[in-house]
């Protein structure tokens, strides 16, 4: 057993978490998309996260679609009182695997009761409006019009708690004049760091931040200060930009995902991971580095 006690707790809606959580994305195919190589690996990762101390699950009933919501119940159901289930509307998938909008009133219902019927859940504890006005992140737009919606169903008892996915300060606040929103899930991590002054609002109004791709997602961080601090500590890159979120803020919840037990023991232990100053001071220059270099003309 890996005791991650030391990442503290933080209030989730209604519940206090474990502040190192789980995310279930990668338990779906390649690209998110049709069902893992290996459904038994999948359940394990599952039962050992649980096991090991996470209540804090976050998923989607567009991850496959409906894959890892169907792997979830399986693997847990039913579930532990202590378990916050996170899952995420807005979104669907085409049949080639795109990412396609799902705002209407009608189509956020739907996926209401998709996500009810697949978990096996009579209410969905949280639920993140994920927002897709710009592909490559945040992008302003009014979010009135499917806030409402979601709103009307949490009314009805279907969803308890209500949070916002990929937006900016200005959708938060519209967002938080409709009803209240519990958690914001947005990418950051050591070198993607525009939302430093929007995490530091959240915190003085007790609103728990759930970043996504901690070393990059998609386009992995190369990092020689990261690799370095990493050898130094006898530690993995990931352990360490896991730890750095921790010390980061109060209020930051992590979801780091992985389809293998192995890599989940190595994401866990990040929670008993203690960065000296000097390695803070090393790992908080690589955002003014990266974007540095990103300025630098092309020889």
């Given at each position: 057993m ?8 933080y209030?989730?809606?209604s519940?206090?978490v ?9 338990l779906a ?7 893992p190589p ?12 649980v ?6 699950i976050?998923?989607s009933?567009y991850?496959?679609p409906?894959?890892t919501n169907?792997?979830?119940r399986?693997?847990?159901h039913?579930?532990?009182?202590d378990?916050v ?5 807005g ?9 396609l ?14 996500n ?6 009579d ?8 927002l897709m ?9 009014s979010?009135?019009?499917p806030?409402t ?5 949490q ?17 938060i606040e ?9 958690c ?20 003085a109004v007790?609103?728990a931040?759930?970043p996504f791709?901690?070393?990059g ?8 200060a990261?690799?370095d601090?990493a050898?130094s500590?006898?530690?993995t ?10 010390h980061?803020?109060?209020?930051i ?10 890599h989940?023991?190595?994401?866990l232990?990040?929670?008993a991971l203690?960065l000296?100053?000097?390695?803070l001071s ?16 092309v020889?």
């Amino acid at each position: 057993m890996i005791d991650i006690s030391n990442a503290g707790t933080y209030k989730l809606a209604s519940h206090t978490v474990t502040r190192l959580g789980y995310g279930a994305m990668q338990l779906a195919g390649p690209g998110v998309f049709g069902p893992p190589p290996d459904r038994a690996a999948a359940l394990a990762v599952l039962r050992e996260a649980v096991a090991n101390g996470v209540d804090h699950i976050d998923t989607s009933d567009y991850y496959g679609p409906h894959v890892t919501n169907e792997i979830i119940r399986e693997a847990l159901h039913p579930y532990s009182k202590d378990l916050v289930i996170v899952t995420k509307l807005g979104a669907k998938r085409g049949a080639d695997g795109s990412w396609l909008p799902a705002f209407s009133a009608a189509e956020l219902e739907s996926a209401v009761h998709d996500n009810l019927r697949r978990l096996g859940l009579d209410a969905l504890s949280v639920v993140n409006l994920r927002l897709m006005f710009g592909i490559h992140g945040p992008a302003e737009g009014s979010i009135e019009e499917p806030l409402t919606a979601l709103a009307e169903l949490q009314r009805k008892g279907l969803v308890r708690h209500i949070g916002l996915s990929n937006v900016t300060h200005r959708q938060i606040e519209q967002g938080r004049a409709i009803t209240d929103i519990v958690c914001v899930q947005n990418q950051y991590n050591l070198a993607h760091r525009e939302d430093d002054a929007l995490i530091d609002h959240l915190a003085a109004v007790h609103i728990a931040y759930v970043p996504f791709f901690p070393l990059g997602g998609f386009t992995p961080l190369q990092s020689t200060a990261l690799s370095d601090v990493a050898k130094s500590l006898g530690a993995t890159a990931m352990q360490v930009a896991l730890a750095w979120l921790l010390h980061r803020s109060a209020n930051i919840l992590l979801i780091p995902g992985t389809s293998s037990v192995a890599h989940l023991h190595e994401n866990l232990a990040a929670a008993a991971l203690k960065l000296p100053r000097q390695a803070l001071s090393v790992l908080d220059r690589i955002a003014g580095d990266q974007a540095a270099a990103r300025r630098e003309p092309v020889q």
